[in-house]
């Protein structure tokens, strides 16, 4: 069982940046041996997979935010980080972390059925 717990959304203006957090609590694994990925839902739209990493450091991204966007994990402190900068306001959505202890191959990071655990989700708003 794995417990994901996110942190770091807020209200920023375009141009700004937020870093946003996901706390794994897991039992049996942690994030030395799972892929995770950060996925968002905007009101009225499908969730969309953002960034993810597998378990050896290997990233992926959606073409929206590439060079704006940076995806880590700090292995020892068992969390997921999501550096955003230039943040725009169609970027505006709830995010939501997610982690798997299956070995995804870097075609299937940003796909949300491959995940299974998820946060609750931290929401940003990025202004005009």
């Known amino acids: 069982q794995v417990q994901l717990v996110e942190s770091g959304g807020g209200s920023v203006q375009a141009g700004g940046s937020l870093r946003l957090s996901c706390a794994a609590s897991?039992?049996?694994?942690?994030?030395?041996?799972?892929?995770m990925g950060w996925f968002r839902q905007a009101p009225g739209k499908e969730r969309e997979g953002v960034a993810g990493?597998?378990?050896?450091?290997?990233?992926r991204y959606v073409d929206s935010v590439k060079g704006r966007f940076t995806i880590s994990k700090d292995n020892p402190k068992n969390t997921l980080y999501l550096q955003m900068n230039s943040l725009k306001p169609e970027d505006t959505a709830m995010y939501y972390c997610?982690?798997?202890?299956?070995?995804?191959?870097?075609?299937?990071?940003?796909?949300?059925?491959?995940?299974?655990?998820w946060g609750q989700g931290t929401q940003v708003t990025v202004s005009s």
């Open positions: 997610a982690a798997t202890n299956r070995v995804l191959g870097w075609w299937l990071l940003l796909r949300d059925h491959e995940y299974n655990y």
């Open positions: 897991a039992y049996t694994y942690s994030t030395y041996s799972m892929a």
């Open positions: 990493i597998d378990s050896d450091g290997t990233t």
